[in-house]
């Protein structure tokens, strides 16, 4: 089921979405496309992480990819660490994507209105320039209750 793309709930998205791709994903521990997956996944979310710079590595126990159609398993979400300038080359990636994600989120600092109305048009729904990690926790959300996280 997907999210009205227009009037996006913060609340609604974390609660509901249970996979996330993190397209830019790092391995160091101070950057936050490290640190904010980390700290979804020890929420319980299921992250699967995205960088061509980082294949061969592990993260949050899944091996890192290259392309989001390396995912075999349904996501959710595309929690997005990319310059908003870098966006349309993965527009292509995402909307090949099968299952689309219900949301795509663009962290805290990243805004790209184009890119954002080409994944409202496919049905996509779009958060701009929020940080998951700060939301889950304004939010006061518990952790998931699967529990992929230690």
């Known amino acids: ?3 009205p793309a227009t009037n996006a709930d913060p609340r609604q998205i974390l609660q509901t979405c249970r996979t996330i791709a ?3 994903a790092h391995w160091s ?3 936050p496309a490290c640190y904010v997956p980390e700290y979804l996944f020890q929420q319980g979310y299921q992250v699967f992480a995205v960088n061509p710079m980082g294949v061969g590595r592990v993260l949050w126990g899944q091996p890192v990819g290259a392309t989001l159609a390396e995912i075999k398993e349904p996501i959710d979400m595309v929690d997005v660490f990319r310059r908003p300038t870098d966006l349309a080359a993965h ?5 090949a994507m099968q299952p689309l994600p219900q949301v795509v989120w663009l962290q805290l600092g990243i ?3 184009s890119f954002a109305e080409s994944l409202r048009a496919l049905g996509i729904t779009v958060v701009q320039d929020r940080c998951t ?3 889950h926790r304004r939010l006061g959300l ?3 209750p ?3 996280g230690s």
């Open 142 to 144: 518990p952790p998931r």
């Open 91 to 95: 527009l292509d990636d995402i909307a």
């Open 29 to 31: 521990a101070d950057r």
């Open 111 to 113: 805004r790209n209105d």
């Open 146 to 148: 699967s529990g992929h």
């Open 133 to 135: 990690l700060a939301d």
């Open 22 to 24: 993190v397209l830019g």
């Open 1 to 3: 089921m997907h999210v």
